[in-house]
């Protein structure tokens, strides 16, 4: 497993590049396994993202119809809160392309069918997961993780019982000290059952927590977006506010 960061002038520079990449990576997975499975996220980087796919004109060259879209965690509120990954996804880039309906899967809001047990709704996603997987979670090409100042991804939070998680595929969030406090996340090792993983982080706001992921000091707990890594490849894409002095 190898380790890259690449580090771009600015936030705008850091989304034009990963969208680029990931037009490549979807490609290259359809042209060799006939789909792709790609994990989106939620955050400032991952909107930014989607946002310059959308607007990309080599978006084309895809065949979105084999492109199989998951989130690796979500905000538990209702389908229409404007605070739903989902829903930023769906107006920066999903309404924009044309997506196979059937293959974007989105987890579910808490007036879905399970109403607000998040628990049922956590568990639903992972049948979901298993159900297209054939039994086990699918071999996700890509995966976009924000990192947050505290150095989490998805919904894993450092410190909480769900960082360590290993016998479940999706997990209930409850008291996220990120708004709002209940979720649904993606598990650590399903998060790293992708090709690559990729974490997208800018701003000053991140510098503290990119140095500590990537260089932990000895007897600290590693944050999150250390532990997190792509089977093949693990790509932080940064700004220059938010790279370590050294990278
Ligand atoms: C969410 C997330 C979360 C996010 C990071 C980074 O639903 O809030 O998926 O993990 O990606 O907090 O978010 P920012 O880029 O906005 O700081």
């Not at 997987?133 to 019982?161: K, W």
């Not at 090792?189 to 090709?195: F, H, T």
């Amino acid at each position: 497993m190898t380790r890259q960061i690449l580090v771009h002038p600015d936030p705008g520079t850091l989304a034009a590049a990963a969208t680029a990449r990931l037009l490549t990576a979807v490609v290259d997975a359809v042209a060799a396994r006939g789909q792709a499975h790609v994990v989106l996220t939620g955050g400032s980087n991952g909107n930014a993202l989607m946002a310059a796919l959308a607007a990309s004109s080599a978006a084309t060259a895809v065949d979105w119809g084999a492109v199989h879209f998951w989130w690796g965690d979500e905000r538990f509120v209702p389908a229409a809160d404007d605070d739903r990954n989902e829903k930023q996804a769906r107006s920066t880039l999903l309404s924009q392309m044309p997506f196979e309906v059937a293959r974007v899967h989105a987890m579910p809001p808490s007036d879905g069918p399970d109403g607000d047990d998040v628990d049922a709704a956590a568990a639903r996603y992972a049948a979901l997961l298993a159900s297209v997987g054939g039994g086990a979670v699918p071999q996700f090409d890509v995966t976009l993780l924000g990192v947050g100042p505290d150095g989490h991804v998805a919904s894993l939070f450092p410190g909480q019982p769900g960082l360590t998680v290993g016998d479940a595929s999706v997990i209930a969030v409850r008291e996220s000290p990120k708004p709002p406090p209940t979720r649904i996340s993606m598990t650590m090792p399903v998060l790293c059952a992708s090709r690559e993983v990729w974490l997208l982080a800018s701003g000053t706001g991140k510098a503290q927590a990119v140095a500590a992921a990537l260089s932990p000091s000895p007897g600290e707990p590693v944050l999150p977006a250390g532990r997190v890594h792509g089977e093949q490849r693990t790509l932080w894409f940064l700004d220059v506010d938010s790279a370590p002095a050294s990278s």
